[in-house]
C-alpha cells in the first residue's frame, strides 16, 4: 500500500507552534481590549510585521505548501488567538491574491509590496468587490469602469461595501464592470494607488463580532487610475471580452469566474472558523474540569460531558474537510462535489455551534466578558454570512452533485 498520513511535517509543526506561541502570548492579551475599541490593532499588526508573521514572503511560503496545508495551519492558530485581531492580520492577503491570481508580473512586483509596507511603517490592503445591492448576486454588480482612451486611463464610479480594510487601506483592489452586456464575464479589477482623488471612506460598520477589523463603504467617485492599473492589461482584458461575447453568441454557459474564485479560497475561511471553535471548546473543557457543582466537578455529568464530546468530533470533521479541500486546490483536483463549499459551510455551521455550547457549559459566566467565549460566540456568527452564506454554500453543493441549475 502507498503511504497515506494527516502527520504535519517538522517544518509545518516548526511553524504551526511559532504562530500560537504569537496568538497566545501577543493576540490573546489584547483581544478584548481592541474588541471593546473596535479598532484597527496597528501595534499588534507592527508587533506580528517584525516577527515577519506580516509579509508577503511568509504568506507566499504557506501558501506554495506542497502539501497544501500552509494557509489552513496558519489561519487555525492565528484565529484561535482571537478572530478580530486575527482578521486584521490576514485582512490584506484577500487584496494580495486578488493581485496575484489576475495581475502581470510587474504589477505584482509593484503593487503587493506597498499593501504590506515595512515593520516600521506598516500598511494594510483592501479588496472591495461586495456592493449594497450585490453581495451574493455578483451578477449584479453597478460600480463602472470606463476606459478614456485619449488619457490611457480607467475611471471608476460605484459604492463598495463590507470592505475589510475599506477606506484605510494604502491599496484598495476593486471589482468592477466594464461591459454590462456580458454579466459576470464583463467585470474586471483594478488597482487603485494611494491617495487617488475620488476614493473615500462611507459608513464604517459597527459590527456584532470581529470588532477589532476594520469593515466599511468605499466610494468611488471619479476615480482615476492609470491604465497600467488594469489587472493583467488591456490586451488580456480585450481577448477575455472577446471570448466571452462569443460564447454568449454560441449560447455557451460559463461559469462564473468570480464563484470560481470564491470557492477555491473557502477552506481558508473555513480554517478561520475552526480556529475559533476549538479556542471556545479549550475554555469549555477546562472551565467543566475545574467548575464544581453539588459536589464534583461538572464534566461528571453525562450532559456536559457528551456536548463537550460532540464539540471536539465536530471540530475534528471540519478541519478533515478544510484539510481535504486545501489539498484538492493545491494538487489542482477540481472540486467535482464542491468540496470548497462543503469545507467552508460545516466549519462556520461547527464554529457557531460550538461557541453557543461552550457558553452554556459556562453558564451564567458565559454571558460575562469575564470569559472569553462571549466574544468568540459574537465572531463566529460572520461564518456562516461572509465569504457566501450557509444557503450560498448549500445552493453551489447542490447544483454541483446534481447538475441541476437550482434556485
Not at 470606463?146 to 477606506?167: F, H, I, P, R, S
Not at 461547527?350 to 461557541?355: D, F, G, H, M, S
Not at 460566540?377 to 446534481?402: K, M, N, P
Request: proline share 4%.
Amino acid at each position: 500500500m502507498g503511504d497515506f498520513t494527516l502527520e504535519l511535517s517538522d517544518d509545518q509543526k516548526d511553524v504551526r507552534d511559532w504562530i500560537h506561541g504569537f496568538a497566545a502570548d501577543v493576540i490573546r492579551p489584547a483581544a478584548a481590549e481592541w474588541d471593546e475599541r473596535e479598532e484597527t490593532p496597528w501595534p499588534v499588526i507592527q508587533e506580528a510585521a517584525k516577527v515577519g508573521l506580516y509579509s508577503m514572503d511568509f504568506y507566499a511560503q504557506a501558501f506554495f505548501d506542497p502539501s497544501g496545508l500552509g494557509i489552513p495551519v496558519a489561519m487555525e492558530e492565528l484565529f484561535w488567538g482571537d478572530a478580530g485581531i486575527g482578521l486584521s492580520i490576514v485582512g490584506t492577503t484577500l487584496a494580495a491574491v486578488g493581485v496575484l491570481a489576475n495581475g502581470t508580473e510587474e504589477q505584482i512586483g509593484t503593487w503587493v509590496p506597498q499593501m504590506f509596507g515595512t515593520p516600521d511603517d506598516v500598511k494594510v490592503a483592501a479588496f472591495c468587490s461586495s456592493e449594497p445591492d450585490a453581495g451574493s448576486d455578483v451578477g449584479a454588480m453597478r460600480t463602472r469602469a470606463v476606459y478614456d482612451e485619449a488619457k490611457d486611463e480607467w475611471v471608476l464610479n460605484g459604492t463598495k461595501t463590507w470592505a475589510t480594510n475599506g477606506g484605510i487601506a494604502n491599496v484598495h483592489v476593486v471589482v468592477a464592470v466594464v461591459d454590462p452586456e456580458l454579466g459576470t464575464r464583463g467585470q474586471a479589477s483594478f488597482i487603485v494607488p494611494p491617495n487617488t482623488p475620488g476614493l473615500s471612506q462611507g459608513q464604517k460598520f459597527k459590527k456584532h463580532g470581529i470588532r477589532a477589523s476594520h469593515t466599511a463603504e468605499v466610494v468611488l467617485d471619479g476615480v482615476r487610475v492609470p491604465g497600467s492599473c488594469l489587472l493583467g492589461g488591456k490586451e488580456k482584458l480585450d481577448e477575455r471580452l472577446a471570448r466571452a461575447r462569443e460564447r454568449q453568441r454560441g449560447g455557451e454557459r460559463v461559469k462564473n469566474a468570480a464563484m470560481a474564485t470564491f470557492e477555491a479560497s473557502r477552506p481558508a475561511v473555513g480554517a478561520q472558523a475552526v480556529g475559533i471553535a476549538r479556542a471556545a471548546y479549550e475554555v469549555a473543557l477546562d472551565y467543566a474540569k475545574t467548575r464544581v457543582q453539588f459536589g464534583r466537578p461538572i464534566i461528571d455529568n453525562q450532559g456536559v460531558a457528551f456536548t463537550l464530546a460532540d464539540m471536539r468530533t465536530r471540530i475534528d470533521a471540519a478541519r478533515l474537510l478544510v484539510w481535504r479541500a486545501s489539498w484538492m486546490a493545491t494538487a489542482g483536483k477540481p472540486f467535482t462535489a464542491a468540496e470548497g463549499s462543503m469545507s467552508k459551510l460545516y466549519a462556520g455551521e461547527t464554529a457557531k455551534w460550538v461557541t453557543a455550547s461552550a457558553m452554556q457549559i459556562l453558564g451564567g459566566n458565559g454571558f460575562t466578558r469575564e470569559y472569553p467565549v462571549e466574544r468568540m460566540h459574537r465572531d463566529a456568527a460572520i461564518y456562516t454570512i461572509f465569504e457566501g452564506t450557509s444557503e450560498i454554500q448549500r445552493l453551489v453543493i447542490a447544483r454541483t452533485i446534481s447538475g441541476v441549475p437550482i434556485r
